[in-house]
């Protein structure tokens, strides 16, 4: 089974993407925050020093919407070794990304998604897409039936669906939870595109779904808030046997380290993603919450032990 740590604002920031890396080791493929090409265009180096760490292992997620400017981001973007994924977002639903025509708003005009996809496939390394499996309410087939064949055409083979439709005049929670999921579409989808390596999202955080797939031939999968909520939890409803977990912390504590924008109260909120469920959680987190530097959290880590 291989697991995909979805791009989330807010969530999958460095530090949560270490220490996923680190746990899952090569089960896990990590996607940075959504970065816009113009980030990367006009403030390449504190941008890409601000999103990734020295040792990174993660694909960057980038949102654009002019060819030109792509081209620009991409072509600097080949210029980086610690980078070797690139994914470009269609399907994120926010206010503030409709503003300027990207994620999923960009997907209303298909001409132009072709002319930015031209664009990103001058990528030199690994290529994906992120998408919805519509535009709207009601389910669609000829919208992701044609974006596939367009994804197909273009040669980018791997799709990240996230297996709801997107509505544009809903915020991000509501897209969430107002479209339905839609597992039987997606699995129509990859019937009728078996050259295409699709790989689901949304909602995949319980044994009966990953069983459901599984049933049908699905072993790889992308998940969000679930990891962001609980990074243990694939092993707590009995899909993957974590090795070590002390070991892969201290580790990502090491890592975390050398961050030139080092912050330490996101390192704690990674951490926090640990302790779900274990004994004594809520005075661990206090005892966490009220450290001062870098070094408490490692002797606190190389001191105790949380898991048999």
Known sequence: MKYYLAPMMGYSDCYLRCLAD??????????????????????EIKTLEKHF???????IQIAGSDPKEIKESIQKLNQIEYIKHL?????????????NKLGL????EPLLVEKCLESVVEYKNEISVKCRLGLGLEEDIDYIFSYLSL????????????????????????????????????????????????????????KSTFDFFVNHGVTHFMIGRQFAKDILFPEKIGLYQIKDKKTAILKSINEF???KFFNLNLIKKSIFTLLNDIPNSKNIRKEITIMEDIN?????????????
């Open 22 to 43: 680190n746990i899952y080791e090569e089960n896990i493929t990590t996607f940075s925050e959504m970065i816009v090409d113009k980030a990367i265009i006009h403030n």
């Open 151 to 206: 994804f197909s055409n273009l040669g980018i083979k791997t799709i990240f669906i996230h297996c709801r439709n997107g509505v544009l005049n809903l915020d991000t929670k509501k897209n969430r939870t107002i479209p339905t999921i839609n597992y039987e579409l997606f699995l129509r989808c990859k019937d009728k595109f078996p050259d295409l390596n699709l790989i689901p999202n949304g909602e995949i955080n319980t």
């Open 105 to 108: 708003a960009l997907t209303k």
């Open 257 to 259: 380290n050398s961050h």
């Open 296 to 308: 408490s959290l490692q002797n606190y880590f190389e001191s105790n032990e949380f898991w048999n």
């Open 53 to 59: 760490l020295k040792t990174n292992r993660s694909a």
């Open 87 to 99: 994914n470009f977002n269609l399907g994120c639903p926010s206010s503030r990304v409709q503003e």
